[in-house]
């Protein structure tokens, strides 16, 4: 009995050497360790044996019981690291794989149009400067040579705050800031910002839009400076063989205003579905400031003289870029903006 012992317990640890996974080492635990296992049926027998043999059975079956349970937990936990160790091995993080991309934002058409804006006119000397979009009838209409009963207030649709406050209409109420905050030096300025009109929504017209004004004022300014600085501009934003046209036109805050047309970028000046068959887009209006404006501003028309020019942002990067729709530039259509 004690040599079927031994045999057993070799049998035993030689199968436990075979067991390679958690399944078999189950069954292996119920063959030889479990209530049918032939270890079990020998213990269960000892008092059947005659007892000179006894005690040294039942203590050589325990002993074997014994090495048993402990030779099943030293594999346990050995399959246990190995298991581990393959999935960690399998599931490895790649660290040679290229991040996920962080997405970066960009800047918005009309702000990239702006800053290429300023950098032109910062080349020809002129300074930026801001203004409130929130301004004064007075500011907006009345310094401006337009006061209460002036008819030309009808060219602007005009979105009220309340009698006397208004959503500026144009960046215009900012000649009047700059010159009033400058005075008595000379001034080259931009002044860019939003503007607002009560107008429908269409593919040509929003009721929001930039609009970029400059304002020089000194002792000797004359007409030809500003064609020399719209021609410039002309050339250094869209290319240089553009060409300047100019017309006589009207403004309340110049005398005499004039608007300054270039020849189609598209076509040429042959004529196309862009210019309307025109060969010509219009750039701006302009003129030489007004001697009320001028002295409103508090510079002595007598002394000082001055030109003024305005046009919208939207407008160039739309010819420039082909862009038939307005109301794209503020429908925040990623798909839109990311081309730019
Ligand atoms: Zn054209």
Same mark, same amino acid.
């Given at each position: 009995?004690?040599?079927?012992?031994?045999?057993?317990?070799?049998?035993?640890?030689?199968?436990?050497?075979?067991?390679?996974?958690?399944?078999?080492?189950?069954?292996?635990?119920?063959?030889?360790?479990?209530?049918? /296992?032939?270890?079990?049926?020998?213990?269960?027998?000892?008092?059947?044996?005659?007892?000179?043999?006894?005690?040294?059975?039942?203590?050589?079956? %325990?002993?074997?019981?014994?090495?048993?349970?402990?030779?099943?937990?030293?594999?346990?936990? $050995?399959?246990?690291?190995?298991?581990?160790?393959? $999935?960690?091995?399998?599931?490895?993080?790649?660290?040679?794989?290229?991040?996920?991309?962080?997405?970066?934002?960009?800047?918005?058409?009309?702000?990239?149009?702006?800053?290429?804006?300023? $950098?032109?006119?910062? $080349?020809?000397?002129?300074?930026?400067?801001?203004?409130?979009?929130?301004?004064?009838?007075?500011?907006?209409?009345?310094?401006? %040579?337009?006061?209460?009963?002036?008819? *030309?207030?009808?060219?602007?649709?005009?979105?009220?705050?309340?009698?006397?406050?208004?959503?500026?209409?144009?960046?215009?109420?900012?000649?009047?800031?700059?010159?009033?905050?400058?005075?008595?030096?000379?001034? +080259?300025?931009?002044?860019?910002?939003?503007?607002? +009109?009560?107008?429908?929504?269409?593919?040509? /017209?929003?009721?929001?839009?930039?609009?970029?004004?400059?304002?020089?004022?000194?002792?000797?300014?004359?007409?030809?400076?500003?064609?020399?600085?719209?021609?410039?501009?002309?050339?250094?934003?869209?290319?240089?063989?553009?060409?300047?046209?100019?017309?006589?036109?009207?403004?309340?805050?110049?005398?005499?205003?004039?608007?300054?047309?270039?020849?189609?970028?598209?076509?040429?000046?042959?004529?196309?579905?862009?210019?309307?068959?025109?060969?010509?887009?219009?750039?701006?209006?302009?003129?030489?400031?007004?001697?009320?404006?001028?002295? %409103?501003?508090?510079?002595?028309?007598?002394?000082?003289?001055?030109?003024?020019?305005?046009?919208?942002?939207?407008?160039? *990067?739309?010819?420039?870029?082909?862009?038939?729709?307005?109301?794209?530039?503020?429908?925040?259509?990623? +798909?839109?903006? +990311?081309?730019?």
């Amino acid at each position: 009995m004690l040599q079927k012992l031994h045999e057993l317990k070799e049998k035993a640890l030689q199968a436990l050497e075979m067991v390679s996974d958690s399944d078999e080492l189950d069954g292996w635990r119920v063959g030889h360790l479990g209530r049918k /296992s032939e270890l079990n049926s020998i213990l269960r027998n000892v008092g059947q044996l005659i007892p000179e043999e006894r005690p040294a059975v039942g203590r050589l079956a %325990n002993q074997v019981k014994l090495a048993l349970e402990v030779a099943y937990d030293d594999k346990a936990e $050995a399959l246990k690291r190995q298991e581990l160790e393959r $999935a960690l091995r399998e599931q490895r993080s790649d660290v040679t794989l290229p991040g996920r991309p962080v997405s970066v934002g960009r800047l918005h058409l009309s702000t990239q149009t702006l800053r290429e804006i300023y $950098a032109i006119f910062g $080349a020809m000397g002129f300074q930026v400067y801001e203004s409130p979009d929130v301004e004064t009838d007075e500011l907006n209409f009345g310094l401006l %040579n337009m006061p209460p009963h002036h008819p *030309a207030r009808d060219m602007w649709d005009t979105f009220w705050i309340s009698d006397e406050v208004l959503l500026r209409t144009h960046t215009s109420p900012g000649q009047i800031r700059v010159m009033r905050e400058r005075y008595p030096e000379p001034i +080259r300025v931009i002044l860019p910002g939003k503007c607002y +009109r009560y107008e429908q929504i269409t593919a040509r /017209s929003e009721h929001q839009f930039y609009q970029v004004e400059g304002l020089a004022v000194g002792h000797a300014i004359t007409m030809t400076d500003l064609i020399g600085t719209l021609s410039e501009f002309a050339r250094r934003f869209y290319g240089p063989d553009r060409r300047i046209r100019i017309r006589g036109s009207y403004f309340p805050f110049t005398e005499p205003s004039i608007e300054a047309d270039m020849d189609c970028i598209l076509c040429g000046g042959e004529g196309c579905r862009v210019c309307r068959y025109s060969g010509w887009l219009e750039v701006c209006g302009a003129g030489m400031v007004h001697p009320v404006v001028l002295r %409103n501003g508090g510079y002595d028309p007598d002394e000082w003289s001055g030109f003024a020019f305005g046009f919208g942002v939207e407008r160039p *990067a739309m010819v420039k870029y082909s862009i038939d729709d307005i109301r794209l530039f503020y429908g925040n259509d990623l +798909r839109f903006l +990311r081309q730019f």
